[in-house]
């Protein structure tokens, strides 16, 4: 039997996999948490064959805690979760020792597969991201792409293309600086960028700023 433990911080995902899973004969999942430090203190006492790991966490970078798992419990495979199709996320959850990653629209019998494939030892992504990855690596990339970014996400690359600071746009937009962190991070890997001048040129290239 496969144990698995799930961290997302909206509750309808995790009731939604549990579901999806609930049924399985070879897998069992035996714990949610919606807090990354919530399962970093509970990991001290429990093991479980795979995480399935939100990349967007309130209290701590999902690539960052990935990582960190990764090094602290290396016989967790980890299966990184997101809305974000972007190369740059995928890479880097791969990068930081994650075995899988899964879009948030999978499907039970990817869910499935994909859990029987990391536990395995083996690399898994959906045939979409392969596709994706493909693409990037033979220089085939579409130049009409325009990543999506949320209402909080544009505001804070309009500060950012005003070259306002963390600090800055922190208190504009009444959040923490760490959030502010956490967004810029977010915008550069959407963007497929590396520093903050190539965000402002992509951004004003695809007309996300004006």
């Known amino acids: 039997m496969i144990t698995v433990s799930i961290l997302d911080d ?22 949610t948490y919606k807090k990354g430090q919530e399962l970093l203190k509970n990991l001290q006492n429990n093991s479980y064959d795979v995480l399935i790991l939100d990349i967007n966490l309130p209290d701590i970078n999902g690539i960052e805690l990935c990582k960190r798992i990764t090094k602290t419990y290396p016989n967790i495979s980890i299966i990184g979760l997101s809305n974000y199709s972007e190369t740059g996320f995928i ?16 499907s039970k019998d990817e869910l499935e597969e994909a859990i029987k494939t990391v536990h395995k ?39 950012i293309a005003k070259e306002h600071t963390n600090e800055e746009i922190a208190q504009t937009l009444f959040i923490t600086v760490k959030t502010i962190e ?14 903050t001048a190539g965000l402002i040129r992509v951004a004003f290239e695809k007309g996300l700023l004006v």
């Open 91 to 106: 890479k880097n959850m791969i990068r930081n020792g994650a075995k899988g990653y899964l879009l948030k629209n999978t």
């Open 10 to 31: 909206h509750t309808m995902v995790l009731r939604g996999l549990e579901t999806m899973l609930e049924d399985s004969n070879s897998i069992k999942v035996k714990a």
């Open 121 to 159: 030892g083996e690399t898994y992504l959906p045939s979409i991201l392969k596709n994706k990855l493909l693409n990037e690596s033979i220089g085939v990339k579409s130049s009409s792409f325009i990543p999506k970014l949320t209402r909080r996400e544009k505001e804070v690359l309009q500060l």
């Open 182 to 195: 956490a967004h810029r991070s977010n915008l550069i890997l959407k963007m497929g960028v590396r520093n």
